[in-house]
């Protein structure tokens, strides 16, 4: 039954330590780094589009001045040397104007080409991210089904291992179970404590052997029960 306890304490320390979860839990706290950096991207993304599309509108209102300007000197439809020299000084004005906005337009369809390439790559981050933690996931649950499988034949091979066992037994190999880090009962063997790993004196040795064979035997040192075995040295 120690044995079976045993095999089981490893499956599941084995269950809980699987290097899968880990590696899960470091690559989703990595996502989430990602995911916010990807989010303030999005945002400068977004930002820097209203900006091109209000630079965009300002070019195209003052091209659109522009024309109608052009439009009526051409028509003749301004003869007054006066206004058409004010007109003329107004279109050089507007001139400038259409460059320098062009110029800001050019300086923000940069930076917005960069923010996008930014936000790509991040979002190729979260993306592989998100299948390694899938691909890690299926690993995963695949171990723990095989684990969860052999820790149900355990609990099967326990069950007619423990039959027949005294309740007062039962309950200090428990107890003695949960103070000795999972050890409760250790085989004797070659005079020697299987649990605390000490030789067991020959006086006790003695004792021992004169025992019934129904006797409930324990440490002297450790105070775990001793099942004695061929192995012994009784």
């Known amino acids: 039954m120690q044995e079976l306890d045993a095999r089981a304490a490893q499956l599941r320390h084995q269950r809980a330590n699987l290097p899968e979860i ?3 839990a470091t690559l989703k706290g990595k996502r989430t780094d990602v995911v916010n950096l990807a989010r303030d991207a999005r945002i400068t993304v977004d930002d820097l589009t209203e900006e ?12 659109t001045r522009r024309k109608r300007d052009r439009d009526r000197m051409d028509q003749g439809l301004v003869t007054n040397p006066k206004d058409l020299e004010r007109m ?4 050089e004005s507007l001139e400038r104007r259409i460059s320098s906005l062009e110029d800001d337009e050019i300086e923000v369809m940069e930076r917005l080409e960069e923010a996008q390439a930014e936000l790509a790559e991040l979002e190729g981050m979260v993306a592989e991210a998100d299948e390694q933690i899938a691909a890690l996931s299926v690993a995963r649950d695949e171990k723990l089904a095989a684990i969860d499988e052999q820790l149900t034949e355990v609990a099967d091979l326990r069950g007619p291992a423990v039959e027949g066992l005294p309740a007062d037994l039962l309950a200090l190999y428990d107890r003695l179970r949960e103070q000795k880090g999972g050890l409760g009962a250790a085989a004797l063997r070659a005079r020697q404590c299987g649990g605390c790993r000490l030789a067991v004196d020959p006086a006790e040795l003695g004792r021992i052997r004169a025992l019934p064979v129904d006797e409930v035997v324990r440490c002297e040192e450790c105070q775990r029960i001793l099942v004695r075995t061929p192995e012994s040295g009784l």
Do not use: G, P
């Not at 003329?88 to 279109?91: F, I, K, T």
């Open 52 to 63: 091109q599309r209000k630079v965009d509108v300002d070019v195209e209102a003052v091209k």
């Open 88 to 91: 003329q000084h107004e279109l």
């Open 22 to 24: 880990a590696e899960i």
